[in-house]
């Protein structure tokens, strides 16, 4: 494998991975205190689009992980 190759799978995975991560701590947030929330008055929405977001870069793992192996 080139290291050019490998350099952009990974670049690809730990992007996907940081939004992961993103999404996850504003669900925690969310959870912890939904009252704070002032811009989002359906608390239960917010999270679900939260947890699609994280899905879409989930399914983008499992694409790489599936397809372009190092």
Do not use: C
Request: proline content about 1%; aromatic content about 6%; charged content about 30%.
């Amino acid at each position: 494998m080139s290291n050019l190759r490998g350099q952009m799978l990974k670049a690809a995975r730990d992007h996907a991975i940081g939004h992961i991560e993103k999404h996850r701590l504003n669900v925690e947030v969310y959870l912890e205190n939904p009252a704070g929330i002032g811009e989002h008055s359906d608390v239960m929405d917010a999270i679900e689009t939260e947890l699609m977001e994280m899905a879409k870069y989930q399914d983008q793992l499992e694409m790489l992980e599936g397809y372009f192996k190092e």
